[in-house]
């Protein structure tokens, strides 16, 4: 047990230091953001403090974070996701995948191939919710309330997905590729 404890302080020492960096900003400047004195601060990232909920809650909001995130063992600079790694799935013949390999709040990144001449019936999201659809290769065509659009590559439009609505490549010989943006409403 003790481990885990020391563990959870050296990674809140080491995401505290990364995620002030990454910001720009100094101990003071974020200390300051976060209600705490500086030295408090200094001996957070140096993974000696042992920390109260209410000054872990105060951090966390200064730096935009869940608690998780802070005492969750390190990211790493990069990560490289191979092809073959990333989950796909087959809907009504085409080929969804996601083009963000970690979830982001409130957002959602798919690459679509659509087979020539298929179509795919898409699935209305919650009340307030916008899609991007970007049209990468071939002819697609978007119908929603009733209207019909034409995408060729690098056409975008953009929509109200919380309604139904449908892809379909228009080529009956080569298959069509596009992203779609989903933002969720909150």
């Not at 990232?45 to 935009?64: D, Q, W």
């Amino acid at each position: 047990m003790a481990r885990m404890v020391d563990d959870a302080q050296l990674n809140l020492g080491a995401n505290l230091r990364q995620l002030r960096e990454m910001r720009g900003v100094s101990q003071e400047q974020v200390a300051r953001s976060a209600g705490i004195p500086r030295a408090t601060w200094a001996s957070l990232e140096s993974g000696a403090a042992n920390p109260t909920l209410v000054v872990l809650t105060r951090v966390a909001a200064a730096l935009g974070v869940s608690i998780e995130e802070l005492i969750a063992a390190p990211r790493t600079a990069c990560r490289l996701y191979r092809a073959a790694d990333l989950p796909e799935r087959r809907r009504q013949g085409v080929r969804v995948r996601p083009l963000l390999p970690e979830a982001i709040a409130g957002l959602e990144v798919t690459r679509m191939e659509l087979p020539p001449g298929t179509s795919l019936t898409g699935v209305p999201h919650t009340p307030g919710t916008r899609e991007y659809l970007t049209c990468e290769r071939g002819r697609i065509e978007l119908a929603a309330a009733g209207e019909r659009w034409q995408l060729e590559a690098g056409d975008v439009l953009v929509f109200r997905g919380d309604q139904r609505h449908g892809y379909r490549n228009l080529d009956a010989r080569a298959a069509a590729v596009a992203i779609s943006v989903v933002c969720f409403a909150r």
